[in-house]
């Protein structure tokens, strides 16, 4: 079975501090996809990344960068300089490999809630 | 660009009461997903469906039951509610000639029951 682990259920940082979120998963599958999804106060999940198994190099996109290490299956999520924007439930995600007619479900994380002050 | 549309974006209800909620997924989109999202909670996998015929099920009630039509929008049937499933409810679509593990989310259903 899968399973999605976020250690950090709140995190209180002020504004242009760094920040990293920890995501741990649990899965037997060789071939799964991981994700990252911002949910603001309105609600709406806001996709941020997806990666794949088989591809560990690390990603940045602007003030988000992304650590994934297989050997200690997790996938840590950084916010440099963050802002109060930032301010939302960051959820990580799992997915196995799709299945022949459709099977991309996502077993999510807890979630973490940051909060950034000024 | 369409998105994932879902209506109606809120929705109260009483105990006992019967709501549906609709999804209209992305064009060409074939799978459409649901998911329950309860007060401070993660999103929780209900069911899916590819090609008009279900494709996964996870935890959704036996009171819940949900179909994908010829168009694709699929809906959610919930019956005999409960206060319990005041939730945000998310669906999402895919396609499966698309990029593997691609979600597409809309934006959501909150349904309040009194």
């Known amino acids: 079975a899968q399973k999605v682990t976020q250690a950090q259920t709140e995190i209180s940082v002020v504004e242009k501090e760094d920040v990293t979120l920890d995501c741990v998963y649990e899965t037997r599958d060789t071939t799964y996809y991981l994700f990252w999804y911002k949910q603001p106060p309105s609600g709406e999940l806001v996709f941020l990344i997806r990666r794949n198994s088989f591809d560990e190099q690390n990603e940045i996109s602007g003030r988000y960068s992304w650590n994934f290490q297989k050997s200690t299956s997790s996938f840590n999520f950084t916010i440099t300089a963050s802002q109060v924007v930032d301010s939302a439930v960051y959820f990580c995600?799992?997915?196995?490999?799709?299945?022949?007619?459709?099977?991309?479900?996502?077993?999510f994380g807890t979630g973490t809630q940051l909060k950034v002050e000024l | 660009a369409a998105g994932v549309i879902q209506s109606p974006r809120h929705l109260i209800k009483e105990k006992r009461e019967t709501a549906t909620l609709k999804c209209y997924p992305i064009?060409?989109?074939?799978?459409v997903y649901w998911y329950q999202q309860g007060p401070g909670q993660d999103p929780q996998f209900l069911i899916s469906?590819?090609?008009?015929?279900?494709?996964d099920k996870g935890s959704i009630p036996d009171r819940f039951s949900a179909q994908q039509f010829s168009d694709y929008h699929s809906e959610l049937n919930m019956s005999s509610l409960e206060l319990g499933d005041s939730a945000l409810y998310f669906c999402?679509?895919?396609?499966?000639?698309?990029?593997?593990?691609?979600?597409?989310f809309g934006e959501g259903s909150r349904l309040t029951v009194l």
């Open positions: 999402a679509s895919s396609f499966r000639q698309g990029s593997p593990g691609e979600l597409f």
């Open positions: 469906f590819y090609e008009k015929m279900q494709s």
């Open positions: 995600a799992l997915s196995e490999a799709p299945l022949t007619g459709g099977g991309n479900k996502l077993t």
């Open positions: 064009p060409r989109h074939d799978t």
